[in-house]
């Protein structure tokens, strides 16, 4: 991990695009202000580890899960798909 010292209102640079602000300090937290493209998604830890978690349960589904999810599908003489 890369350590840095920097002091409210002074930022740091990832890459060009994305740039990180201090800016300020309080107790034990510490006030980040973020400019990053609008197509860059930006998660608190706690929040991309949950989503992650879940993203993998989702690839864990078995055919057997997608069988029964097909079966209460139903087509009617339009093509439309609803649900049993």
């Known amino acids: 991990m890369l350590i840095l010292t920097r002091r409210p209102g002074e930022s740091i640079y990832l890459g060009e695009t994305i740039k990180v602000t201090v800016l300020g300090c309080k107790g034990n937290q510490v006030q980040l202000g973020l400019d990053v493209p609008e197509e860059l ?16 349960l989702a690839m864990a589904s078995r055919e057997e899960d997608l069988i029964k999810v097909t079966s209460i599908w ?11």
């Not at 998604?41 to 993998?56: D, F, G, S, T």
């Not at 139903?74 to 049993?84: A, F, N, Q, T, V």
């Open 74 to 84: 139903k087509s009617d003489d339009s093509g439309k798909s609803r649900l049993e």
């Open 41 to 56: 998604p930006v998660y608190r830890e706690e929040i991309y580890l949950k989503v992650q978690k879940q993203n993998r």
